[in-house]
Each structure stands twice: as structure tokens, then as C-alpha cells.
């Protein structure tokens, strides 16, 4: 009678330690799939400070190609209101540089516009630069941007 208890007593070990296994393997594989979700907000966060940062440069980098562009010219050749050269070549390189994100709305370039409470002198212009973009993958509702205002000229 003791070899039909022992028997059954064996099989019942065997069954929780079965049951063990399982419920490693599964708190192993909740945390594996954690890491992965982390690992994927990481590279997402990455993209986003990549594209903030080419914004930037490209804001910035026109305005200083406007610093050593002839001042009259500056508004019809780079506000985005008039659409002339300087503004289309800008927004070309934002289109390059943003690939992969949706640029909408298209960039904004103001020269002296309403927009900018500064008073303008007859020695320097006020320019604000505004950049859009949507990452990939983002709901509609969230459009990221990057703006910067400079004085073109000399300050009084």
C-alpha cells in the first residue's frame, strides 16, 4: 500500500513542478516583451530628438544665410507668403532633411509680418522661422515644431 502512495505522491510533485516551469516561462516572456517595448519607445524618442535636431539647423541655418543675403531683398525672396527662391530652396531641404516625416503645415518663413510684435528699423529686419513635422506612426493630433526668431541687421 505504501509503493501505491508514493506512486501517486511522485506524480503529484511531478505535475507542480510542471506547473512551476510554466509560470517561469511565462513571467520570463512578460518581462522579455517589456524590455521590447521599452527598447521601442527608446528608438522613438531618438527619432524625435534626430528630426528636433535638424530643425534646428536648417531654422538656424537660414537665418544665417540671410545674414550675408542682401536686406532689401529679404522679404520677397524668403518670406513663405511670397514663395520666392530662397524660401522654395529652404523648403526643399526641409522636405530632404525631415524624409520619412510628414511636413505639414509647409514651413513658415516671416520677414517683418504681422506676426512679430518687434518694431523693425531701418537697420534690421526680424525674422521667425517655424518648421512642422509628424513622426511616423503618430496620431493626427500630434504635430511637432520647432521655432526661433532673429534680427537680421543691427539692433537699436
Known sequence: MNSHLDRHLGRTQRGAFLLEALI??????????????????AIRFTNDAEFRAEAMYLANSLISQMWTDNRSLLKPKYDSTLGGAGYTAFKAQVHTAL??????????????????????????????????????????????????????????
Open 99 to 156: 524624409a520619412g516625416a510628414t511636413i505639414f503645415p509647409e514651413p513658415i518663413v516671416n520677414v517683418d509680418g504681422p506676426l512679430l510684435p518687434q518694431a523693425n528699423s531701418a537697420t534690421s529686419n526680424v525674422v521667425q522661422v517655424q518648421i512642422f513635422w509628424q513622426m511616423p506612426g503618430d496620431p493626427v493630433s500630434l504635430t511637432h515644431n520647432y521655432s526661433t526668431t532673429g534680427v537680421i541687421g543691427q539692433q537699436k
Open 24 to 41: 517561469g516561462i511565462l513571467i520570463f516572456s512578460l518581462g522579455v516583451l517589456g524590455i521590447v517595448g521599452l527598447q521601442a519607445r
